[in-house]
């Protein structure tokens, strides 16, 4: 059974005057934080190798895109992948537009993961992830880490006092989570691989570059480290960023150990970065300015559009207060 302890839950209040356009940017950037951290965890689970990783994420997404809309076939698979037969295929011409990669180099990828047993060939229909491989038990564990890492956006606005709404209109089919035998990580991770991907088909479709995207909003990060919560909030209320010389510069082997990269690979793409003002040295390290933010924010809020459609798919399933619960319970548990 999934046991959770049922505590009275008060509302949220918000203690910071936050305009709604504030308001979205601030979930923007915990959900932006969410992708890279989960972008970098996907590659390291691959070998280093984003490519294969982004091929096997967007072909289970296509094979179970139809449950989140399927409230029958959901529900069913909401602790368990779907049995191959209920998997919809993918073209190999699908994951490369879908993706940004040509052709040729998602052919040779997907043929590497049938021999590793990860994919199979579906006749002429395309291609699916084998319901053996997300089993696996490390598989079943980065997809945990997935589930718990996307509710936690919610739970981290309760740091800031903040509730997230319930969004209306959305009657939710509510699942008794005391009578799953196990939490229903597929449910959660098929909505949160889903707003990853549209938020990194947006990077993409805007000219973006994978590593370039990793490293400017790594670099964002640790730049921030310095400014107290109460400096954060003021500059969020009053619609503007921290000044350059209140952050924290990162250094090129803080940057090549956080995105998984060589040192070398690190120094090509902050030389083109710096050349498209992404980046700019500063002491003995490199940050992102204030100028680029401020360019950057209307990227936040069509970040805080996608979650928001992610939420709507989820709680046609289950309560926003329930899967609080639930990513409780998985974290007092990490066992797949």
């Known amino acids: 059974m ?8 008060n509302r949220w209040s918000k203690v910071v005057a936050l305009s709604d ?4 940017r601030l979930i923007g950037r915990l959900a932006v934080e969410y992708n ?30 139809h449950l ?15 049995e191959d037969d209920d998997k919809r295929p993918i073209t190999l011409s699908a994951i490369a537009r879908g993706l940004h990669f ?39 564990a980065l997809i945990r880490y997935m589930a718990i890492g996307f509710v936690d956006i919610i739970a981290q606005l309760k740091l800031f006092s903040i509730e997230y709404p319930k969004i209306e209109g959305a009657t939710p089919i509510v699942i008794d989570i005391e009578l799953l035998e196990r939490p229903p990580i597929y449910m959660i991770t098929r909505a949160a691989g889903q707003f990853l991907f549209n938020c990194y088909f947006d990077a993409m479709s805007n000219g973006d570059k ?13 730049n921030i480290k310095t400014i107290v919560l109460e400096m954060a909030f003021q500059y969020l209320a009053s ?17 090549a150990e956080a995105v998984s990269i060589s040192t070398s690979t690190a120094y090509r ?51 926003i207060d329930d899967l609080l619960l639930l990513t409780a319970a998985m974290k007092a548990d990490r066992r797949p």
């Open 2 to 9: 999934c046991t959770v302890a049922r505590p009275a839950f």
């Open 102 to 140: 040509s052709r040729e180099s998602v052919r040779r990828q997907v043929a590497e993961l049938m021999n590793d047993g990860v994919m199979d060939r579906v006749s002429n229909e395309g291609f699916i992830v084998r319901t053996d491989y997300l089993t696996r038990p490390d598989v079943e």
């Open 68 to 82: 989140i809309k399927d409230l029958e076939l959901g529900l069913k698979y909401a602790a368990t992948p779907p």
């Open 36 to 65: 890279i951290g989960t972008f970098i965890k996907l590659t390291q689970f691959y070998g280093g190798n984003w490519r294969r990783a982004a091929i096997v994420i967007v072909t289970v997404l296509s094979n179970s895109a």
């Open 21 to 24: 356009v504030n308001y979205h």
């Open 239 to 255: 619609n503007d960023v921290a000044p350059d010389e209140h952050r924290l510069p990162m250094t090129i082997s803080e940057i």
């Open 269 to 319: 793409h902050i030389g083109r970065m710096i050349r498209d003002g992404r980046l700019v040295k500063a002491g003995a390290g490199y940050i992102v300015p204030a100028s680029r933010l401020l360019a950057r924010l209307d990227y936040l809020e069509r970040i805080n559009g996608y979650f928001d459609a992610t939420m709507r798919a989820l709680q046609r399933f289950v309560t």
């Open 210 to 222: 994978f590593y370039e995207f990793i490293i400017e909003y790594i670099v964002v990060k640790h």
